[in-house]
């Protein structure tokens, strides 16, 4: 079935450090490829995303590529900051009937001064 | 601010007591979800309404029942729950697929409430 994987950390960086948040996805169809920020106490934010092969989403320093051929949508940033200190999750998202979404466990991601 | 609000943030219930949560969108949706998000776990998917009728149910408890009154209302009504029930509950929404459109639509989430079952 439709699945996502990503790794669950937690991952604990230092400020100005380089991320790698790695996502791979198992899908029928051609998904939509999403990545959601949750910051304590609050719900999913929408982070960027990339509706089909070769895409690029970016926003805030965050960057993720769309790739087919590896089935994969890492989340990489140059310099993370202590304000990116969060929980990420990779999404695809399928055309059904409704806008079906599916969910990856989460990363936790802990950025120390 | 995402444009979906979420009420209440915070929840404390019996096993015994009959609650509701409610959420709000104003970004002119015109579907709905509920999400259980617990520790440990995926985000799961409970209910879906789109243009206000249920086209989702992921095998959800019958103490859980929702209520979709109109595009951007939506209801989570409780009775009876289990302490394993206690988690974060979000509220989202996005525009249904029209005709000829190939790509799903963001969801936008609410804060979420965060619900205690002792």
């Known amino acids: 079935g439709d699945s996502v994987t990503q790794m669950e950390g937690p991952v604990t960086l230092s400020e100005e450090a380089f991320l790698t948040i790695n996502c791979t996805y198992t899908a029928t169809g051609y998904p939509s490829l999403f990545w959601y920020v949750q910051y304590p106490g609050e719900g999913l934010q929408l982070l960027l995303k990339?509706?089909?092969?070769?895409d690029k989403g970016s926003n805030k320093g965050f960057e993720a590529t769309y790739r087919k051929e590896t089935t994969s949508f890492h989340l990489e940033k140059g310099s993370v900051q202590v304000s990116d200190s969060a929980v990420y999750f990779c999404a695809l998202a399928l055309k059904t009937s409704y806008d079906k979404v599916i969910f990856g466990p989460g990363t936790s991601l802990s950025v120390i001064p | 601010e995402t444009g979906v609000t979420q009420t209440p943030r915070h929840l404390v219930m019996g096993m015994t007591n009959k609650k509701s949560l409610k959420c709000e969108q104003h970004l002119g949706h015109n579907a709905m979800y509920w999400y259980k998000q617990s520790a440990k776990k995926p985000l799961e998917l409970m209910f879906v309404?789109?243009?206000?009728?249920?086209?989702e149910n992921n095998s959800v408890p019958s103490r859980f029942s929702p209520e979709c009154p109109n595009s951007s209302h939506l209801f989570l009504h409780l009775h009876t729950l289990q302490p394993e029930d206690s988690a974060l509950y979000l509220c989202a929404s996005s525009h249904k697929m029209a005709l000829g459109q190939t790509n799903p639509d963001t969801q936008y989430f609410g804060p979420g409430t965060r619900l205690t079952v002792l």
């Open positions: 309404y789109s243009l206000e009728e249920r086209v």
């Open positions: 990339a509706t089909k092969a070769d």
